[in-house]
């Protein structure tokens, strides 16, 4: 099982709004599962298009996200949406997300929503007259229970705090079973306690295999759990190395304000 | 301490249509009565002599109310069979007319039939439909049927193009299916939504619907022919406090039915 996971010159243009904004600029990069990767940078700098263009929610201007044989997204696909076709939901399944503002489904149940992650195995008709598998709900209440959330399970999403929300969509990332996990700020809602429950409970996962590629606000945190530090600065790449080799002079040219007055 | 900030705030790069649009509404409601100068002052003149034959007090006889509450009861069933019919026929149509549905043909094709269903009034539908089914109380049914189902599919079709598309992206990234998206992903944030309209749709509808009778289509309409055709209106009088009871308490029902699902 190789898990090449690999962007190729992907840019993306968001063209609502008063003047189309660019979200990257022609950004390559090639992943290692066996690495944890942090992507840094100031607000508005692309880290979350970044994400979302690696999970393949985002239309690509330019450029291509391969997974394995997989393509995962393309700049050929005319409406991002509208690709269902076997290979590429194989490949969107083995990429789990966490989204920064949660996505989940505020009408459907915490355990409901944990399943969604596990839809992939489930058939068209199973989907219509069934509901999930005793075995999906049990392993769902287990990573609940991971987190702290097993008195939540029942409950309507949109009952819970952002925290709990946070701790849901990190459970549902968990039992996609993929080979990767993407992580757009997963601690941001979380108090000191959860954030170091939840940075041990992702440890766990990568060391089951699974690569990770996490958008970190704390800069602290970034260079202490990551092994690999990338950068970015109005969808450009400006560092890319281990995080011995981030210095005074990169938190400069990525963070520092241009003229101080 | 300067008066002035030293930062000067970009002004907005939309128009400002506020004057323009004030300016033609004040010029188009001074038109309409200059327009119509010699009818207003004509029927508002009529109004004076005749107060002894419409302020009476409502008759409360057990006979009227009876009559009243049986004609009422087929108004009711009117709106809400009505109602839940073209909710039902709604929902799939009002996909099929939404970006999602994906076939642009098809999406086109269900855009026009849905404006086309909605461009005509209710009374012309109840109106056309009797000359089909008779007069009655089915005949009334079919024309709320018709009717709601194109306003409450133009609705639906808002609701899904204002939907949150974030759920249905989260549910995709997992590697489901467009059926599954579609069912994890849109359907709990839209359902709920649709309700809510149909409710409220159905409570709008006992309103609309009393009309029907007008044209032979079943319901309190037709208590409205016969009492309004002989002064002293004491009847009517009764008919519009049944009105307020009956749509105040549906109201109240229709709120609490959408604070449960909540």
């Not at chain 1, 009408?107 to 068209?124: D, H, I, R, W």
């Not at chain 2, 009476?56 to 057990?62: E, H, L, M, T």
């Not at chain 2, 759920?167 to 992903?185: C, D, I, K, L, P």
Request: proline share 3%.
């Amino acid at each position: 099982m190789s898990q090449h996971f690999e962007a190729q010159g992907i840019s993306v243009v968001y063209d609502r709004g008063i003047k189309p904004v660019v979200g990257l600029k022609k950004i390559s990069l090639e992943f290692d599962p066996s690495q944890i990767t942090c992507i840094i940078g100031p607000s508005g700098s692309g880290k979350s298009t970044l994400i979302k263009a690696l999970i393949g929610i985002v239309p690509l201007k330019t450029g291509l996200v391969h997974l394995d044989e997989d393509l995962l997204s393309s700049s050929d696909d005319s409406h991002y949406g509208h690709n269902f076709s076997h290979s590429r939901q194989q490949a969107r399944s083995r990429v789990a997300w966490i989204a920064q503002d949660y996505c989940l489904s505020n009408n459907s149940t915490v355990l409901s929503n944990v399943c969604m992650g596990a839809l992939y195995k489930k058939s068209l008709f199973d989907t219509l007259f069934q509901g999930f598998s005793q075995a999906i709900k049990d392993k769902a209440y287990g990573y609940l229970t991971e987190l702290g959330l097993e008195e939540k399970v029942h409950e309507k999403v949109r009952r819970l705090s952002g925290g709990q929300k946070q701790r849901v969509a990190i459970a549902r990332s968990y039992l996609q079973d993929s080979w990767w996990i993407l992580g757009d700020e997963p601690f941001a809602a979380l108090d000191e306690g959860y954030k170091k429950q939840v940075i041990q409970s992702l440890r766990n996962r990568h060391k089951e295999g699974r690569g990770q590629i996490l958008v970190v606000h704390d800069l602290t945190l970034a260079l202490e759990m990551s092994d690999r530090i990338i950068a970015l600065k109005e969808g450009q790449l400006v560092f890319d190395g281990s995080p011995e080799k981030w210095t005074e002079q990169h938190w400069e040219t990525v963070f520092g304000l241009e003229e101080l007055s | 301490m300067s008066a002035t900030s030293p930062i000067k705030c970009p002004p907005s790069p939309f128009p400002k249509l506020n004057f323009i649009g004030l300016s033609l509404t004040l010029l188009a409601v001074l038109f309409i009565l200059y327009d119509n100068k010699e009818e207003i002052v004509r029927n508002l003149s009529l109004v004076q002599g005749n107060y002894d034959k419409y302020l009476v007090a409502p008759d409360f006889s057990v006979k009227v109310i009876k009559q009243i509450t049986s004609y009422f009861i087929d108004t009711i069933e009117i709106a809400f069979l009505g109602t839940l019919l073209g909710a039902v026929i709604a929902l799939p149509l009002s996909l099929l007319a939404s970006d999602m549905g994906g076939v642009a043909f098809v999406t086109s094709l269900a855009r026009v039939f849905l404006a086309f269903v909605r461009s005509i009034p209710l009374i012309f539908y109840g109106y056309i439909i009797t000359k089909f089914f008779g007069l009655g109380v089915v005949s009334g049914i079919i024309a709320v049927m018709i009717y709601s189902l194109g306003i409450l599919s133009k609705q639906f079709i808002d609701e899904i193009a204002n939907l949150d598309d974030t759920v249905a992206h989260s549910v995709m990234s997992t590697g489901a299916g467009r059926f599954q998206v579609f069912w994890y992903g849109l359907l709990p944030e839209l359902l709920p939504n649709f309700l809510a309209f149909s409710l409220l749709r159905f409570e709008i509808n006992i309103r609309e619907a009393s009309i029907l009778g007008v044209v032979g289509a079943g319901g309190i309409g037709i208590l409205l022919m016969q009492y309004g055709s002989m002064p002293p209106y004491n009847k009517l009088w009764t008919l519009i406090v049944f009105f307020f009871i009956v749509v105040v308490a549906i109201e109240i029902l229709c709120r609490w039915t959408i604070k449960a699902t909540k």
